[in-house]
């Protein structure tokens, strides 16, 4: 009989029967400190299992099985955020935090706020919680601000936002607060972070340096490319043309001398006579 590891993270089980401390490696927190949760990760004395171990329960035994990666998981990657909006135009606002672990089970909730252009405070335009969007009263967002982050799951990782018909009231300074709640068998860990993104508003939308020296490097290479070819072509004409002379020369030589060949043995046989 085959078995994987009694729990996955490192958590291991004593018998109902004998003493010794459980434990637990790996941690996906960053600002908080662990707290003891009531329910364990070990099946208790009566043959119970905790809910987050797989297998079968025996006596206060949990074995689970050798973990196994689904190819469906998906990884995440944080990406920086746009920071030029063109007037009057839908612009995203990236919001993108990841976890460390993704097999942790956690619970995500997010709060934006704002700060204007030549204010000092920042004030809060929406919570996202429980696939809920709260919208704050604000005339600069109202019927402007749409939820585009992770939806049907409460493990956010994505927490952007679209504003529509973008005006110059939108410039300034966005902060996104990401609020997370991750679950061990033993702990529960709070983690906070917060993504800062500046925001210009510009009449019309400015071409990045990256996207001007790509176009001149493919207009560059075209012409190298071309005049590659060309030079090829003409290279392999004269070459053509070079091997063409020499074989109507040997072709000239070849019927001289057989000219000749006949007439010395027509001569001969005159002679001969």
């Known amino acids: 009989m085959t078995s994987g590891p009694l729990v996955p993270l490192g958590v291991t089980c004593p018998r ?23 329910r364990g990760p070990c099946a208790t004395e009566r043959g119970r299992c905790s809910g987050r171990l797989l297998g079968r329960c025996g006596k206060g035994w949990a074995a689970a099985p050798s973990p196994r990666v689904s190819s469906a998981w998906g990884g995440c990657v944080e990406v920086d955020s746009e920071t030029e909006a063109v ?7 990236l919001c993108i935090s990841c976890k460390r672990r993704s097999e ?10 704002f700060r204007q252009k030549g204010t000092e405070e920042f004030v809060k335009i929406l919570r996202y919680e429980n696939e809920v969007l709260q919208l704050e009263e ?14 049907g799951t409460k493990d956010l990782q994505d927490l952007s936002i679209f504003i529509t018909n973008v005006t110059y009231n939108h ?7 990401v609020y997370r709640l991750l679950f061990f068998e033993n702990y529960e ?11 210009e508003v510009v009449d019309k939308a400015n071409r990045d340096m990256a996207s001007i020296v790509s176009e001149i490097m493919m207009y560059v290479l075209i012409v190298v490319l071309t005049i590659w070819l060309v030079a090829e072509m003409v290279y392999c004409y004269k070459k053509i ?10 072709n000239a030589s ?15 046989v005159q002679v001969a006579e």
């Open 189 to 199: 860990h709070n983690t906070s972070v917060v993504k800062k993104i500046h925001l």
């Open 138 to 151: 604000d005339e600069r967002f109202e019927g402007r601000v749409v939820w585009n982050g992770s939806r």
């Open 171 to 177: 410039s300034g300074d966005y902060e996104c607060h």
């Open 87 to 93: 007037y009057g135009m839908t612009f995203k606002i």
């Open 241 to 250: 043309a070079a091997a063409t002379e020499a074989a109507a020369q040997e």
């Open 104 to 113: 942790t089970t956690a619970e995500t909730f997010t709060e934006w706020t």
């Open 254 to 268: 070849e019927y001289l001398a057989i000219t000749s060949e006949s007439k010395e043995n027509c001569t001969g």
């Open 16 to 38: 109902p029967d004998a003493g010794g401390s459980q434990s637990l490696e790996g941690s996906d927190a960053q600002t908080s400190r662990p707290v003891p949760r009531s």
